[in-house]
């Protein structure tokens, strides 16, 4: 299967900060790259979509100006979680899609385990 | 609202079994679903995709699809505890989003 890949795996940071999460699919070129959060025991939440060159589209819920997305290529998308907070902790993953027409496939990366303090 | 159900268990097989893990969905026009496998504390593995009506099979596994019913299934046979996991059941909309159920943790009794 495809490879993405996501930096840090985990972070802990102090309330107040910002920490960057980076996306790269690292043997394809994604048009399309997701962002999710998982909280325990909870199912995936799809939080944006990711298109490079253009702006995200956010799911309902979820703060732009919080979680900012930059798709700055083919094979690297970044999400930014500004002034993070204990509620913020939680599992972030990110996919790439393979892009193949009908048969698009969305590859999962290893996922960010995010603990602010 | 376009919907995804799965039945979230616990199932549980014997080691050896044949484990069947069931999905239903909204969206009649949908074209694309992909059965992922999900280990506590990991993020979602892609195990199968299936397209057209009918049975796809690859190794132990086997996915089966039909539209008319919005039904769509997975089966593990000769299941072994290294399977025990939740399965997502995930559905592609017309704007290329999965649309994931909550999935189902299966269980392999060893």
């Known amino acids: 299967g495809a490879v993405v890949s996501q930096h840090p795996s985990w972070v802990i940071c102090k309330s107040g900060t910002s920490v960057k999460i980076e996306c790269r699919s690292l043997d394809f070129q994604a048009t399309t790259m997701f962002w999710y959060r998982q909280f325990p025991k909870q199912s995936l939440m799809l939080m944006a979509t990711s298109n490079e060159g253009s702006k995200a589209t956010y799911e309902q819920g979820v703060e732009k100006d919080k979680f900012l997305i930059n798709h700055a290529s083919l094979t690297l998308s970044t999400l930014t979680v500004t002034s993070a907070h204990p509620e913020d902790s939680s599992f972030y993953i990110c996919?790439?899609?393979?892009?193949?027409?009908?048969?698009?496939?969305?590859?999962f990366g290893p996922g960010t385990r995010l603990t602010v303090l | 609202q376009k919907e995804v159900e799965q039945n979230s268990g616990p199932l549980s097989v014997p080691e050896g079994a044949i484990a069947s893990l069931n999905c239903t969905y909204s969206?009649?026009?949908?074209?694309?679903f992909f059965w992922y496998r999900q280990y506590s504390g990991k993020s979602p593995e892609l195990i199968m995709s299936?397209?057209?009506?009918g049975d796809k099979e690859d190794g132990r596994f086997t996915a089966q699809l039909n539209k008319a019913s919005q039904y769509v299934s997975l089966l593990i046979r000769d299941s072994q505890p290294s399977d025990s996991a939740t399965y997502l059941c995930a559905v592609r909309d017309s704007s290329y989003k999965l649309i994931f159920g909550s999935g189902t943790r299966l269980l392999v009794r060893p």
């Open positions: 299936i397209y057209s009506n």
């Open positions: 996919s790439a899609t393979r892009p193949a027409g009908v048969t698009d496939t969305q590859y």
């Open positions: 969206d009649r026009g949908s074209q694309s």
